[in-house]
């Protein structure tokens, strides 16, 4: 019987961490040299223990001669977690505090980065519908990873998230119920496509690609935490330049960006919600 528990512990070192990623980069084009190293190696630990490897060497060959073998390794290395109205007293603030500033825009435009599998931009295209607002806006939603952008655009979330779903969207006083936007099928829930009617889903790697478009408003929760320093500021400049004056970013609850180059060009709009605005170009 397979136990975790049994198996030898594999010691993998900073160096091979580093060859691992620069030749990532050389081949495929992603590059997690900045990724958080402590977690970037319990995840490169996982993905050899799942393909009873025992060495980053073993690894690297399978991944340069591979390409199927690479897209399941960027799929196994990033953390998807995800869930509808996530931390619902953010969406609670967005609804009153946020969502009234943009109503007063004839159109307003708004950046999902790395969204995942999209309960994210849902739970935003509900509140939108329900302030009368989602007409008006223009929605991106971006990820690294393929696999989980084309899940996000079918609109099909299992069965078992049902409770936790209604019990967080219970909590961002909400104007309807969660069972009007999604129906039942084969234990799944399936939600009304027209939410997603103004999403475009496109891929964008935040460690490599530019600014494409001006925002509104920004979420880029629950992804700077893979992040080292030097990237994370990459990341803030490109999320600052995307944004037009008096944008807003929100963040996810163990994100701040107190500590980044270009702190001085935001200012805290709630500080408990981890939501700032662009107040310097
Ligand atoms: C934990 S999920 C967060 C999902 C959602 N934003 C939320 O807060 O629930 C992190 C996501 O970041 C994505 N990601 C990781 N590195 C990325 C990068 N360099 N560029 C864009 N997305 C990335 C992963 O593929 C994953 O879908």
């Known amino acids: 019987m397979y136990s975790p528990a049994s198996e030898p512990d594999i010691d993998i070192q900073l160096q091979e961490l580093e060859k691992l990623t620069e030749a990532i980069l050389t081949k495929y084009g992603y590059d997690f040299t900045n990724y958080a190293m402590s977690s970037f190696k319990r995840r490169v630990t996982m993905v050899l223990k799942k393909n009873g490897l025992s060495t980053v060497d073993q690894l690297l060959q399978k991944l340069l001669y591979d390409p199927a073998f690479f897209d399941q ?7 998807n977690t995800t869930e509808m109205f996530r931390d619902p007293s953010f969406w609670k603030v967005l609804r009153h505090q946020i969502l009234p500033i943009l109503n007063t825009r004839p159109e307003f435009n708004i950046w999902h980065a790395a969204a995942s599998t999209g309960e994210e931009v849902v739970s935003m295209a509900m509140l939108l519908k329900e302030e009368g607002m989602l007409d008006r806006a223009k929605i991106y939603a971006t990820d690294i990873n393929h696999v989980v952008l084309k899940k996000a655009q079918n609109l099909v979330y299992p069965g078992r998230n049902k409770d936790l779903s209604e019990q967080n969207y219970a909590q961002t006083d909400p104007k309807g ?4 936007y999604y129906q039942m099928a084969d234990g799944d829930m399936v939600f009304d496509p027209t939410l997603i009617a103004n999403v475009k889903f496109k891929h964008h790697d935040l460690a490599i690609d530019h600014h494409f478009f001006k925002f509104d408003l920004i979420l880029c929760r629950n992804v700077m935490i893979y992040f ?29 960006l107190i500590w980044c180059k270009i702190a001085d060009k935001f200012e805290s709009v709630n500080d408990s919600e981890k939501i700032y605005k662009k107040i310097k170009l």
């Not at 390794?73 to 953390?79: A, K, P, R, S």
Request: hydrophobic fraction near 50%.
């Open 73 to 79: 390794f960027v799929l196994d290395v990033t953390v």
């Open 177 to 180: 119920k969660l069972e009007d």
């Open 228 to 256: 080292n320093q030097k990237l994370q500021n990459r990341v803030f400049e490109l999320l600052h330049n995307s944004l037009f004056l008096g944008g807003f970013l929100a963040l996810g609850a163990k994100e701040s």
